[in-house]
């Protein structure tokens, strides 16, 4: 089983809501990360969990609020999103320094699809 | 100057092609060299990985590292409509747990 599995594919939320996007592996990685995609553009990563604790911020607004229950699951909750918030999140998850017979790689979900009106 | 550079494309070649995507970077210190595929409204999916410089080939994809240039290479021989895709380097340096990402090469081949 090498699959990243995200939830809800698609999700379609207004400025003043609160929602949550979920992320599950069970592959045994310990490193775990969300990434923003917007149109036409490369991932850009927003947050690093290894080993269920935060270990990246790239300086993502507070609206933005990342948990990592245990080393399976990763959510992002959201609060108070902007417009400009729309994009495809993706999640992905990978073995850890020190487990990795490919330093580096990174295994995607297939992303949910955020909208914010 | 961005630490990776790739031309976005799009790309557009006739079935059967051999097609040749490209970047190169500035920083050094990156040893693990990337290849993800990612079709449109999916997730990126590795392709193919090379660790310092070399040649590393699977079926009629071939991944190219020249460090003393800077330079990697990803060459996909007998192109088939289903290598329809946007082609993203990637890269890191040993104990990284950030991948730097090319722009993405936006790739169609025609029947």
Redesign the interface.
Known sequence: DTEVTQTPKHLVMGMTNKKSLKCEQHMGHRAMYWYKQKAKKPPELMFVYSYEKLSINESVPSRFSPECPNSSLLNLHLHALQPEDSALYLCASSPGLAGANKPGELFFGEGSRLTVL | QKEVEQD?GPLSVPEGAIVSLNCTYSNSAFQ?F?W?RQYS??????LM?T?SSGNKEDGRFTAQVDKSSKYISLFIRDSQPSDSATY?C???S??????V????T?LTINP
């Open positions: 976005p693990y990337m993800y409204r999916k997730g990126p999916e590795l990985y660790y993203l990637a890269m890191s040993v104990g990284a747990q950030k991948l990402f090319g722009q993405g936006r």
